[in-house]
């Protein structure tokens, strides 16, 4: 995989954009020491290049009604014909799915899941995941963030 020469003034510009990414170009330019078209180009090589993935919002989960925060660990039935393929599928599609790694141990997947009321988690596990194709589930309730952080140390 190629991984691009990243130098200061890029990692520079990362690090703020992560910040935020709506600072203005010409004060993101003062602040790591070039001109704004330096600091323009220098933000398209990188958007071009996959370095910048994407921009977004993050959204405060109380302030829209998210009150459930969990994480499900999932065992698909390696005796059935594309289980692993079916649970994909499911978890792709399924929208208070956030996230869903494949991990080693005894689970497969880990998912993360945000849910409006208990009401709502309580169906995803209790029906929805409930395919036959998937042999087991754990779910740990978040109490509480010690650390969230979207930034990357670059």
């Not at 993101?28 to 910048?52: D, H, N, P, T």
């Amino acid at each position: 995989m190629h991984h691009p020469a990243l130098d200061r003034y890029d990692i520079s510009i990362l690090n703020l954009l992560q910040q935020n990414s709506q600072i203005p170009r010409i004060e993101l330019a003062e602040q790591i020491g070039l001109s704004s078209s330096q600091c323009f180009r220098r933000i398209k090589r990188l958007e071009e290049e996959g370095v910048i993935d994407h921009y977004v919002a993050v959204v405060n989960k109380k302030k829209v009604g998210i009150d459930v925060s969990a994480v499900i660990m999932v065992q698909y039935r390696k005796s059935e014909v594309d289980a692993r393929k079916r649970t994909i599928e499911l978890i792709q599609n399924h929208p208070l799915i956030h996230e869903c790694h494949s991990i080693t141990g005894e689970d497969d997947f880990m998912l993360h899941v945000y849910c409006k009321t208990m009401e709502e988690f309580n169906h995803l596990i209790n029906d929805t995941l409930q395919a036959s194709f998937i042999s087991g589930l754990h779910t740990y309730m978040l109490l509480s963030s010690i650390k969230s952080k979207q930034a990357l140390q670059v």
